[in-house]
């Protein structure tokens, strides 16, 4: 069982470090490409199918106070961002901004359809004036700035119910198909409709969530095969090498517990020395493992890809692998189980870590005695 476990924590270790490299590796190229924000803006160009109403939706000035670019200058030759989008955006501000633009449009079209105002005459002006003074002066007392107040509120014109704000946009727009759908029955409950636009985005958010979650393991996973190339990680002889070795069983489980139950209080400057000296004892421990190439024995390889080895030798490129031109498919399989590995996350494999240690220190669960037989 011991023998099996620490098998396991040297895959978990090792799938675990180029996980971590994998992952920050693609962390730095979606935020050089933007790709968190252009996977938002391609999921709420979707919901409102309107270019002109995606562009006045990034134009507003909510959305705008959350725009932030971090490749504000040109980067290797990359043009600078002159229009940095959001990478996240909550349902509450979607929803607002939504019926801000929609109410905006109304209005426009309202303008547009009512006629010009007659020009302004003085007297008619003043007598308006002098009228509504009198009004407010007998209505309103001088003390009382509440019952002005609740005056004016009842004077003001009712705010556009969601449903006449529906109508505003153009007939035959998917978006007014769609916001018609939403709020039938709730037309006039402005805080249900409300609701009901939140929970469509919120909806819309998680299978664009699900897309870019599938698409970063496909970018992890061509990470991982890179990685399991360059540092020749090949899980088949990890295990092989783990499985054969006690002493690699014993070093990689002490790395393994100190990674995975870091010290509690901080790094100080004081201890730098130590943290320099424990650093190298990692290295020199994971050196028992089968991974990497070294470059002096890497001559004999190069010759035999390019010239071939007609006797079919063994060519010593590792410290403890040999090439063959049959261990062609051996390694590929392998590289490619790493990969897959790497394409888990790095979350995964921490737990995994986690689980299989706890499992080795705490021992397995001793065996129940027997119940006494009653008679």
């Excluded at 547009?112 to 004036?129: D, L, M, N, R």
């Excluded at 990680?233 to 990890?238: C, G, H, M, R, T």
């Excluded at 517990?257 to 010290?263: I, S, T």
């Excluded at 031109?325 to 590995?341: E, Q, V």
Aim: proline fraction near 7%.
């Amino acid at each position: 069982m011991q023998q099996v476990l620490g098998v396991a924590i040297g895959i978990a270790l090792v799938c675990l470090l180029l996980s971590i490299i994998a992952s920050h590796v693609q962390e730095v190229g979606a935020a050089f490409t933007a790709r968190r924000a252009a996977s938002l803006e391609v999921a709420i160009h979707g919901m409102l199918q309107d270019p002109d109403l995606l562009a006045k939706f990034y134009g507003h000035p909510l959305i705008q106070n959350i725009s932030f670019s971090p490749l504000k200058l040109p980067v290797f030759g990359r043009k600078a961002q002159k229009t940095p989008r959001p990478t996240y955006i909550s349902s509450k501000l979607f929803s607002r901004v939504l019926a801000t633009i929609i109410q905006e449009a109304r209005d426009v079209t309202v303008a547009a359809t009512q006629p010009a105002p007659p020009a302004p005459q003085p007297e008619i002006a003043v007598a308006v004036a002098a009228e509504v003074a009198a009004v407010v002066v007998a209505k309103v007392p001088d003390t009382d700035a509440g019952k002005a107040a609740a005056v004016a509120k009842e004077h003001l014109p009712p705010a556009p119910t969601f449903a006449q704000l529906i109508a505003a946009l153009p007939d035959g727009n998917p978006l007014k198909q769609r916001l018609r759908t939403l709020v039938l029955g709730i037309e006039h409950d402005a805080a249900a409709c409300n609701l009901a636009v939140e929970e469509w985005y919120d909806g819309t958010m998680d299978r664009v969530n699900g897309l870019y979650k599938r698409d970063t393991q496909w970018i992890l996973l061509g990470l991982g095969l890179v990685l399991a190339i360059v540092c020749n990680a090949n899980l088949f002889s990890v295990t092989s090498t783990l499985w054969r070795s006690q002493a690699a069983r014993d070093e990689v489980a002490s790395v393994a517990q100190m990674y995975a139950c870091p010290p509690e209080k901080a790094c100080t400057p004081d201890d730098i020395a130590s943290y320099t000296a424990a650093r190298q004892s990692v290295e020199n421990d994971l050196k028992s493992l089968p991974i990497g190439y070294q470059l002096s024995n890497a001559k004999p390889y190069w010759d035999f890809v390019l010239h071939g080895n007609p006797k079919d030798q063994k060519m010593d490129v590792g410290a403890h692998l040999s090439w063959l031109a049959g261990d062609w498919s051996y390694k590929l399989f392998g590289w490619f189980l790493t990969a897959i590995a790497v394409s888990l996350g790095a979350p995964f494999w921490f737990d995994m870590l986690n689980k299989v240690i706890n499992l080795r220190l705490n021992g397995a669960q001793p065996a129940k005695a027997d119940k006494q037989k009653t008679h």
